[in-house]
């Protein structure tokens, strides 16, 4: 239909460094999505255990917003990627659904990366974590909105405008911390020595990641200059020479990740086939 | 099949009506969004889906025999990704069609173009204020990535005073930021421009 035709959100970016044109979601397979979708829903269970337990109400009812925005972009990626993984197996007894992909699946078959399923910690832990992947989904997303895939690009540019209230709040809380008393520069200390690690994972495309046009090393240059902004603002500076943990995007996870995946696949699998 | 791009029609036709002579294409397109008025938000059960701008499209199934309505499509687009509330839309607009004969309804998600507030009606604005949730701003003033921007301007809905100061930028709902009166000291929701 004209009216939805996504030709105005397709024109190449320069600033975004997305030069090449995305291809399709059959050529990328379900891999790709799979990935983006148990990145955020990882991340939106692990910003839910917040709920009720915030400092104040005020974060603690913003933080369960941006659970909520992960959540329903994870179902997105999610119904993309059965609607795909069901088409390439050519008419499956046993077709796959959001559900089954989000609490049917092992550990060693979630794609998330290593950061999202790291422990809340403090809040100070949790504003980081928050802080490093808003800032790396936006730009992300800046790119894969131009996608020549219309779904793909339809889903991220819908999330874009969730994820600038995310990004925004997540940078003023990590320069509030970092600049705030004695206590609060320690405990962000203490976070960035908790989460750096993590980092490096973003940048270095798994073996689905090759074809998608992501530009990684632009994707890699904008966030740490982004970063390097606000922790500058933040009194706190980047760690040097650390070593970079991967695995997450090949299924290879934490010690964190088991008892996360308890917990929110439970339900289901002490009662299967159960529904709301 | 025939497409409905609005539903800025002068006609207001009764819903039950029943007349010999087969209802003119309009009358049966404006009967379907007139329908689709009587659908509220859940969340926010003042405003209409019409209201909130949320309803792109009506594809209604005409038969070749007589043109009667044997199924319609309604597309709408969510608000918010995560808004829990588009699933009970979804079920609601089912019902409300259900009611008046309409059995072949198929409600479609559509993304894109992603939704804005520019799409609510300002009738639907009226509504909210009455309601005491400030509406959205027509032009949003702080819509940058600026850090520690100056808060909106939003004037409280119940003295109207522009003394305002934002709690929270997140609410009660996605869709809502947390505002206080400074005149009047009353909390209110506001209706955040997305």
């Known amino acids: 239909m004209e009216e939805f035709n996504t030709s105005n959100i397709k024109e190449t970016n320069e600033e975004s460094g997305s030069s090449k044109v995305l291809p399709s979601g059959e050529d990328l397979g379900g891999a790709f999505l799979l990935h983006l979708a148990d990145t955020t829903l990882i991340l939106s269970q692990r910003n839910s255990e917040w709920c009720g337990h915030g400092p104040v109400l005020e974060q603690d009812i913003a933080l369960t917003n941006i659970s909520l925005d992960l959540l329903g972009q994870s179902r997105n990626f999610y119904q993309y990627a059965a609607a795909i993984i069901n088409l390439s197996t050519n008419q499956p007894t046993n077709p796959v659904t959001e559900d089954s992909l989000a609490y049917l699946r092992k550990e060693r078959e979630f794609k998330n990366l290593l950061l999202a399923e790291q422990p809340n910690g403090d809040w100070g ?6 802080y490093f992947f808003s800032q790396y989904q936006y730009l992300l997303f800046e790119q894969l909105q131009n996608s020549s895939d219309e779904q793909l ?22 320069i509030r911390l970092g600049d705030g008393t004695a206590e609060s520069h320690h405990r962000m200390l203490h976070a960035i020595d908790e989460l750096w690690r993590y980092t490096g994972e973003m ?41 970079m943990q991967t695995g997450g995007k090949t299924g290879i996870h934490t010690e964190h990740m088991g008892y996360l995946l308890a917990e929110l696949q439970y339900v289901q699998r002490a009662y299967p086939n159960s529904e709301w | 099949m025939q497409e409905i791009n609005s539903y800025g029609n002068d006609k207001t036709p009764e819903i039950t009506g029943s007349s010999k002579v087969p209802p003119s294409e309009g009358f049966r397109e404006a009967t379907i969004w007139q329908i689709l008025e009587t659908v509220c938000d859940p969340e926010v059960p003042v405003l209409s889906i019409l209201d909130l701008g949320i309803v792109r499209n009506v594809v209604l199934q005409v038969s070749p025999f007589g043109g009667d309505v044997e199924g319609a499509e309604i597309i709408i687009t969510p608000t918010y990704t995560g808004c829990p509330a588009m699933d009970m839309i979804s079920m609601n607009i089912k019902l409300a069609l259900a009611e008046h004969g309409y059995k072949n309804v198929k409600v479609t998600s559509v993304l894109s173009p992603a939704w804005t507030t520019e799409w609510m009606s300002e009738a639907g604005k009226e509504k909210l204020k009455a309601y005491g949730i400030a509406p959205p701003n027509v032009r949003q003033q702080v819509c940058n990535n600026d850090l520690f921007a100056p808060h909106e301007a939003v004037q409280c809905p119940r003295c109207n005073s522009y003394h305002t100061n934002r709690l929270s930028e997140f609410g009660s709902t996605a869709c809502k930021s947390l505002y206080q009166c400074d005149d009047c000291k009353e909390p209110f929701d506001y209706f955040k421009c997305h």
């Open chain 1, 125 to 130: 832990q949790t504003i980081l974590r928050q």
């Open chain 1, 153 to 174: 690009a339809a889903i991220t540019a819908k999330a874009l405008k969730e994820i600038k209230y995310h990004l925004r709040w997540s940078s003023e809380w990590v």
């Open chain 1, 203 to 243: 940048f270095l495309p798994a073996d689905y990641e090759k074809e998608t046009g992501i530009n990684f090393s632009f994707l890699k240059d904008a966030w740490m200059k982004k970063v390097k902004a606000i922790f500058e603002q933040a009194t706190l500076s980047i760690p040097e020479n650390v070593f």
